[in-house]
């Protein structure tokens, strides 16, 4: 056979491989993200006014008001709101103006809201109002974070219509997301009491900028949660995402302390947070106050929102930070939004054996049996069944 022909069958058969790898997954992740139906559901709308007391707070002079939810501790005159733009003080009371004020209601792969290790593949109901106390600079879902509650379309649903959706669409977890869930705090802790009720799993993915105590009595409510480290430099911290890593640190400590199942994300942006002697520190004190089986994932920034200039994360970096933070010891290391990636897949520490394979936020197979690598026989930490 001629050369040139031998080439292209050479590719044929190649391409031909490829396709049978991954267009069984594709038609499986569309399925998995089939919409929900919203027919039980009332019309999103602008709505206003539903206000409750706040859970959080404390008088002061003159009418104002100190709200102790989250680590800005804001001080709120009369009729000024905090930094979230959802907290408001009415006559010298702090409120919540989101109670119940749905932006978002959307069912998604639980991969999607960033947990890897409970229930993998099953489906999670994400919820969200408007505001934030963050003001991440590149921010997908600004529209609704950076607004104030008037400013947004919303439903308006009871905690145990949230269940009864979740319940309805085949969720097994109900997960505050999108925005800071701790912003809405009142509510989420209203979903989780009757969430657990039903069975079903009651997940919190958030910034970490939560006070100690409204933290501590929410994980007595919730099964798991994921944390957004935004990186390992406060000053960036402080610039880029208006926040703080010192009290995000203390929130992820906490957590583990109190029991509840525990996953990290770190979004790598350039010139941002993509230094590798930060990424190893992060590791490294990861690795030592939390322990080697938080998961951790890399995930891959793409231009948005005020950070349009930049380009998207490049491969190497991610992957030099998979390495490093291997290195430093952590044994379940992922990196994310860089669909068909060998490392978007989990792998038994001990053997290097894929053990989850996931395309992007589609679980293709799952070899976890009884908790137990069967390539090691180890358990492998998560919540399986
Ligand atoms: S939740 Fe945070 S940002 Fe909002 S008012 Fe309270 S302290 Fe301020």
Partial sequence: MEKRYFKILVAIILLAAIAAAYIPSFFRAKENLVPALHSSLPPPTFVS??????????????????????????????????????????????YSLV?????????????????KHALPGTRVLAL???????????????????????????RRLSASQVVDYALQQGARTITGSI?????????????????????????????????????????????????????FCNQAYQTYFGGNLYTVLQSLQIIKEEGAWLEITN???????????????????????????????????HPSYRLTHLPATPIRTLEAAHRIAREAGLN?????????????????????????????FNVVYN???????????RPVPGIWE
């Avoid at 109670?99 to 947990?115: F, N, V």
């Avoid at 070899?367 to 026989?377: A, K």
């Fill in 128 to 154: 969200a109002t408007a505001g934030c106390n963050f003001r991440c600079m590149q921010c997908h879902n600004w529209h609704i974070t950076q607004r104030r509650p008037e400013e947004v379309r919303a």
């Fill in 267 to 301: 979004l790598i942006i350039p010139t941002v947070n993509d230094c590798l002697r930060q990424i190893r520190a992060m590791s490294e004190w990861i690795a030592e106050n939390l322990g080697p089986n938080v998961p951790l994932a890399f995930t891959r920034f």
């Fill in 332 to 360: 379940f290391v992922t990196i994310g939004n860089v669909p068909g990636h060998r490392y978007n897949s989990t792998f038994c520490p001990h053997t290097g054996k894929r053990l989850i394979h996931r395309v992007h």
């Fill in 49 to 94: 006014g539903g206000a409750v007391e706040a859970r959080f707070w404390e008088s002061l002079d003159n009418n104002r008001v100190k709200c102790t939810l989250c680590t800005h501790y804001c001080i709120i005159a009369p009729r000024r709101r905090g930094i979230c733009r959802v907290r408001e003080n009415r006559d010298g009371r702090l």
């Fill in 179 to 231: 925005n800071e869930p701790t912003i809405f705090y009142e509510f989420l802790y209203d979903v989780a009491v009757l969430a657990r009720q039903q069975g079903l799993r009651m997940q919190f993915h958030t910034n970490g900028a939560i006070a100690e105590m409204p933290l501590r009595a929410l994980l007595n409510r919730i099964d798991q949660a994921v944390v957004d480290l935004k990186g």
């Fill in 99 to 115: 109670y119940g004020q749905l932006a978002s209601t959307t069912i998604a792969p639980i991969e999607k809201d960033g947990m």
């Fill in 367 to 377: 070899r976890i049996e009884n908790g137990r690598s069967p390539f090691s026989g």
